[in-house]
């Protein structure tokens, strides 16, 4: 709408400068699309609402989503051959990089 309404404003400053008036013979008329401004008002309207919906319904999806949790599978087995270390890491074992658990 906002659109519509700028076109109509610089077409009528187009005309004005020109020296033209509407109701002269020879001003050029006014060019008729296949939509008017009542229908760009529509449409506007109608994908706002569209859009909103849209948001909502993501919103409530996602929420849902999130609400449920994930699951998290079973732990592997504990193999033995996964934690092989013939020696000690120079910056020792309960470090950053390497946790020493209570079952080892």
């Given at each position: 709408?906002?659109?519509?309404?700028?076109?109509?404003?610089?077409?009528?400053?187009?005309?004005?400068?020109?020296?033209?008036?509407?109701?002269?013979?020879?001003?050029?008329?006014?060019?008729?699309?296949?939509?008017s401004a009542h229908d760009d008002a529509h449409?506007?309207?109608k994908w706002e609402k569209i859009t909103y919906a849209g948001i909502v319904t993501c919103t409530i999806l996602a929420i849902y989503n999130l609400s449920k949790g994930h699951h998290h599978g079973e732990e592997p087995p504990a193999y033995p051959y996964l934690h092989i270390r013939n020696k000690e890491f120079p910056w020792g074992p309960n470090s950053l990089f390497e946790k020493k658990h209570a079952d080892h």
């Open positions: 709408m906002a659109a519509s309404m700028a076109r109509s404003g610089l077409r009528s400053a187009s005309l004005l400068l020109r020296g033209g008036t509407k109701g002269r013979a020879g001003a050029p008329t006014k060019r008729s699309f296949s939509s449409e506007t309207a």
